[in-house]
């Protein structure tokens, strides 16, 4: 008998490739509804990128962008839109430093295969 190898041990793919391109696309939308003035848009696609990227951060990088968010639901008031923006956008920029530290945006110098990057 044929003794048949466990492939759940060490699996052919890991979903590397596809998380990379969600979060990828996910900055895409951000930018978009940004640009756009589409508060509401730009408001899902931050906490999207937050829900792929949180399994990534630890409890403490969680708190902080939390923190940065809270209370920030855009309303149709100009005053209250500007600073809520503000929030949003600190939220969004800590999630893409958060992308960077864990070398989720660009490819490592250390790999030798990035070398010439």
Same mark, same amino acid.
């Given at each position: ?9 060490? #699996? ?11 979060? !990828? ?6 930018n978009?509804f ?12 931050v906490k999207?990128l937050?829900?792929e990227?949180? #399994? $990534?951060? !630890? %409890?403490?990088?969680?708190? $902080?962008?939390?923190?940065?968010? *809270?209370?920030?639901?855009?309303? !149709?008031? $100009? ?6 923006? %503000? $929030? ?11 992308? *960077?530290?864990?070398?989720?945006? @660009? #490819?490592?110098? %250390?790999?030798?295969?990035?070398a @010439?990057?």
């Amino acid at each position: 008998m044929v003794e048949q190898e466990n492939f759940s041990d060490n #699996p052919l793919f890991n979903g590397g490739i596809d998380y990379v391109g969600r979060l !990828n696309e996910l900055c895409r939308y951000c930018n978009y509804f940004y640009i756009n003035r589409m508060f509401d848009q730009w408001t899902l696609s931050v906490k999207a990128l937050h829900r792929e990227l949180s #399994p $990534k951060m !630890n %409890d403490k990088e969680n708190t $902080k962008f939390e923190e940065l968010v *809270s209370g920030a639901t855009i309303q !149709n008031i $100009k005053r209250e839109v500007i600073f809520k923006e %503000d $929030k949003i956008s600190k939220g969004e920029r800590y999630l893409r430093f958060m992308m *960077s530290k864990k070398g989720l945006l @660009m #490819p490592s110098k %250390d790999d030798p295969g990035n070398a @010439m990057i």
